[in-house]
């Protein structure tokens, strides 16, 4: 059976310049999927603007796109997201099959790296939130974030994730890897 490909966006804050990496992404990697874990379109109180804040222009690039879309709702979603964007965005939570194991989403402001739903030994826990890239194993369970596209915190650089049949790796916006874990 062949491992889907999985694209991991989370934050982009309604920045053009991080909807466009997303696009460039799917170009070079063609996933079967996108895993999208919230704070879409609003940039929220604590974060500052982005440079490219460009919200309508970013409804229309995540529309585009939105039959490949499986979502959460980061912290910043509203209902009034749900009103533009073209895929569900108010689930807390979201669980994807990815071979023999589970792939629990979450945006990390519910469910979280310290708190944690019931998984198995394998499984996989992907959050966004902290904007900071992590890949690591604890307990039996994996614990993945691919930074934010738009607003990467503690110098990181601006990042997605891409699940495929190595692992999890988190890519920097020129396409490169940053850090990966084998799955």
Request: proline share 7%; charged share 20%; aromatic share 8%.
């Amino acid at each position: 059976m062949k491992t889907e490909k999985l694209l991991v966006v989370s934050d982009i804050h309604g920045a053009l310049a991080g909807a466009e990496t997303l696009l460039s992404a799917i170009e070079k990697h063609s996933p079967d999927w996108i895993l999208c874990l919230g704070d879409v379109l609003y940039h929220g109180p604590r974060n500052d603007l982005p440079e490219t804040y460009a919200p309508k222009k970013v409804i229309e690039i995540m529309n585009s796109i939105s039959e490949k879309i499986i979502a959460v709702r980061g912290n910043c979603e509203a209902e009034v997201d749900q009103m533009v964007l073209n895929f569900p965005v108010t689930a807390d939570y979201n669980i994807v099959p990815y071979g023999n194991r589970r792939i629990f989403m979450s945006h990390g402001h519910v469910y979280g790296p310290d708190h944690l739903p019931k998984l198995n030994q394998g499984d996989i826990f992907l959050s966004g939130h902290t904007h900071i890239p992590t890949a690591y194993e604890k307990d039996g369970i994996f614990l993945l974030n691919p930074g934010s596209i738009s607003l990467p915190k503690q110098n990181h650089p601006s990042s997605y994730g891409l699940f495929d049949e190595s692992g999890f790796t988190v890519m920097k916006d020129d396409h490169t890897p940053y850090m990966h874990i084998d799955l």
